[in-house]
C-alpha cells in the first residue's frame, strides 16, 4: 500500500479544534506532517497533544476545522483513516496475564493473519524487539521498557502507514527509552510515518525531522529544529567561573556586553547567556569574544567556554514563558477533563 499523496502529506488538518464542556482543549490546531518521517508534537501534560492524537486516529470526532490522514477525511472516511493507522498510547494495553507471543498471536488473528503466519509475525517481532528470551513469560512480569516494546510490536503487526506514539517513553529508565528510540527509527526506515507526542525536549531533539510546540491546545510554533532554535536566538554562550563570588559581576558584564539575557545555571559558578536572535552565527563568536576579553580585564577568569545553539529546553521556555512541567494541579485539572470526556 503506497504511503504517498499528491501533496506529500502523511497527516494535514486546518483550524482543528476539541471541546469538553468549557474547556478548549485543541484550539485550531494546523499540522502538514511529511510522509516518511518522524513528526514530533512537543507539549506539556494538558497541552493537547494526546486529544489531538484521538481525533487523528478516528477516536474522538472533532468539533471543528478539518484533519486528512493520507488524504482521507478522519470523520467522512474514519474506515479508511483506520486501515492505515496504528496507535500507542501512553500506557501498555497488551493483556498483562497472557504471554508475549500469545499476545501477538492473537492480536495477529484478530487481525486476520492465519494461524502459523500469526505465529511466525510474532516471533519475527519478539526477535526485532529483544524479546525472545522473555517471549514465554507473562506480560505482568515484564520490566517497563519490555512493556512498551511489547505494546509497539502490538501496533505493527500489520505494518501501518501511519504510526501514532503518545508519549511512549513515559516513565522508562535512560537505556530503555534508548531501546524504544531505537525501535522508531528502525520503523521509520520501513517506510512507516510516526507522529511523536512527548513532553520530554530530547526526545524531539533525537528523533523529529519536524516539530510542532504546542501549548494551551494551539500550536506556538513550528519548524526543523535548527529552525525553531535559530527563531529564539543565535546561540548561548556557556561559561564557567573560577570564583563563585564573582558571578553577579559577571552577568552585570556579560548583559552589557552582548545584550542579552544572562541565567545563572544551578552550578554556582555557571552562567548562561542567550544571544539575539538577529545575530548570525559570526557575529555570535565576535560578540562572545568580546564579551571575554570585558570579563578578563574586570580579573574574572573564566575556567570553562563554549558557544552553540540554544536547546530545545530553551526554546520553550522563551516561546511559552515556562518550561514543559506545569504544575500538578494545572496538569491533573486538564487531563481529568479529557479523561472524562474521552
Excluded at 492505515?84 to 508475549?100: C, I, K
Excluded at 532554535?229 to 546561540?235: C, E, I, P, Y
Excluded at 526554546?315 to 479523561?339: C, I, P, Q, S, Y
Amino acid at each position: 500500500m503506497s504511503t504517498q499523496t499528491t501533496s506529500g502529506l502523511a497527516i494535514e488538518t486546518a483550524g482543528l479544534v476539541k471541546t469538553f464542556g468549557e474547556t478548549r482543549a485543541v484550539d485550531g490546531v494546523d499540522l502538514a506532517v511529511p510522509a516518511g518521517t518522524v513528526y514530533g508534537v512537543l507539549g506539556p501534560n494538558g497541552a493537547g497533544k494526546t486529544t489531538t492524537v484521538k481525533m487523528l486516529a478516528t477516536l474522538l470526532r472533532p468539533d471543528g476545522g478539518e484533519a486528512h490522514v493520507f488524504g482521507h477525511d478522519v470523520v467522512r472516511e474514519a474506515d479508511e483513516v483506520r486501515g492505515r493507522v496504528s496507535l500507542t498510547g501512553q500506557y501498555a494495553s497488551v493483556d498483562e496475564d497472557l504471554t508475549g507471543t500469545e499476545n501477538l498471536v492473537l492480536l495477529g488473528r484478530l487481525l486476520g493473519h492465519g494461524k502459523q503466519a500469526a505465529r511466525q509475525r510474532s516471533g519475527q517481532l519478539l526477535e526485532a524487539f529483544g524479546l525472545t528470551e522473555a517471549a514465554g513469560k507473562q506480560v505482568k512480569n515484564y520490566s517497563g521498557g519490555m512493556r512498551r516494546r511489547i505494546d509497539i510490536a502490538a501496533s505493527i503487526l500489520n505494518t501501518p502507514d501511519l504510526l501514532f506514539l503518545d508519549e511512549p517513553t513515559t516513565g522508562l529508565d535512560p537505556r530503555s527509552r534508548n531501546q524504544v528510540w531505537d525501535i522508531i527509527r528502525a520503523v521509520v526506515a520501513q517506510g512507516t510515518t510516526v507522529l511523536l507526542t512527548t513532553q520530554y525536549l530530547d526526545e524531539a531533539d533525537q528523533l523529529a525531522s519536524r516539530i510542532a510546540v504546542i501549548d494551551q491546545g494551539k500550536v506556538i510554533a513550528e519548524g526543523t529544529k535548527g529552525e525553531l532554535k535559530a527563531s529564539v536566538g543565535a546561540g548561548s554562550v556557556h561559561l564557567r567561573l573560577r570564583d563563585a563570588a564573582q558571578r553577579d559581576l559577571a552577568a552585570d558584564l556579560l548583559v552589557r556586553a552582548l545584550d542579552a539575557h544572562v541565567q545563572p545555571e544551578p552550578d554556582p559558578v555557571a552562567l548562561t547567556a542567550r544571544l539575539s536572535g538577529a545575530a548570525s552565527e559570526d557575529t555570535a563568536a565576535e560578540q562572545a569574544a568580546r564579551a571575554l576579553n570585558e570579563l578578563a580585564r574586570a580579573g574574572i577568569t573564566v575556567d570553562n567556554f563554549s558557544l552553540g545553539q540554544p536547546s530545545l529546553d530553551e526554546v520553550f521556555l522563551a516561546l511559552t514563558g515556562h518550561d514543559t512541567h506545569k504544575t500538578e494541579a494545572d496538569r491533573n485539572d486538564k487531563d481529568d477533563k479529557d479523561e472524562v470526556a474521552a
